[in-house]
């Protein structure tokens, strides 16, 4: 009855929301540790589509025929608000990855990670590098309307800190001098470089640019990967007509003691076919 209904449910919409919830709390990605980056979000995903699908024949004797736009695919007793009373105790921080160019989800992304969790801003958010055709590099002009609008959201209180991933001096420095809002961080990742170039060092330090380390993929979740997934997780569904938009992963940090109460993944994913 399950899955019958959830390959109904998606023949007839247009978006799919999936939010994991906190894996800590359902076990998600405890299988194989340490997973990669691509294996946990292929994993979590797979499990959240398996898990609701199983659950939502009931829901679809109510909804009848009605045509549901959008699909909100989530795992009930994985969904945890925060607590208003703890807020000051908790940085969230989360780490975004465009998968279709559109940089309106970078808006949809942090106002859906906001309404999961319950709370009204993210103390921070990193921006991976959207995706660029082959044979071409990263630009400035490229990354601007991302940034433009990580920027509203800065000033719209909606995000304390912004920051960047896998930028080299010359392309952090131009954003640094175009932006308004100046990135606070720049993520590198250690298996491109084993140490910190050292003008990118120089230059984070002349102007309090925090750097870091990452070891995610240039893509988290492509999508051929995601239609597998939906295929595996659903018997039949029409896995071709499905992109994903963008992933946003996201923790939840106790201050104090550095100690990760909750982590999860959301993401949007849009159906280009009929």
Not at 193 to 202: E, G, I, K, N
């Amino acid at each position: 009855m399950g899955t019958d209904s959830a390959r109904a449910l998606l023949e007839r919409a247009a978006t799919l929301n999936l939010q994991t919830g906190n894996l800590l709390s359902w076990g998600c990605g405890r299988k194989k540790c340490p997973a990669t980056p691509s294996e946990e979000v292929r994993d979590c995903i797979q499990k959240t589509l398996t898990e609701w699908s199983s659950k939502i024949g009931q829901d679809l004797n109510q909804v009848g025929e009605e045509i549901l736009e959008v699909v909100e695919c989530t795992v009930a007793q994985a969904v945890e608000k925060m607590n208003p009373d703890e807020r000051d105790e908790l940085k969230v921080s989360a780490k975004l990855f465009i998968v279709g160019s559109n940089s309106s989800s970078v808006t949809d992304a942090v106002d859906m990670a906001c309404s999961a969790l319950g709370v009204a801003q993210l103390d921070s958010v990193i921006i991976a590098p959207p995706p660029i055709e082959d044979g071409t590099s990263l630009s400035l002009e490229y990354l601007q309307p991302y940034w433009q609008e990580l920027e509203t959201l800065v000033q719209n209180k909606k995000i304390v800190a912004i920051g960047t991933s896998d930028l080299d001096k010359t392309l952090l420095e131009q954003l640094y001098v175009w932006a308004q809002v100046k990135p606070s961080s720049n993520q590198v990742n250690l298996a491109s470089c084993c140490v910190m170039p050292p003008d990118l060092t120089a230059f984070a330090k002349q102007f309090d640019i925090q750097l870091l380390t990452h070891n995610d993929p240039k893509e988290l979740l492509c999508e051929a990967s995601f239609r597998e997934v939906l295929q595996e997780s659903i018997q039949n569904v029409k896995a071709h007509e499905w992109i994903p938009l963008w992933i946003l992963r996201y923790s939840v940090i106790v201050k104090s003691r550095g100690i990760i109460k909750s982590k999860g993944y959301i993401m949007q994913a849009k159906r280009i076919a009929s």
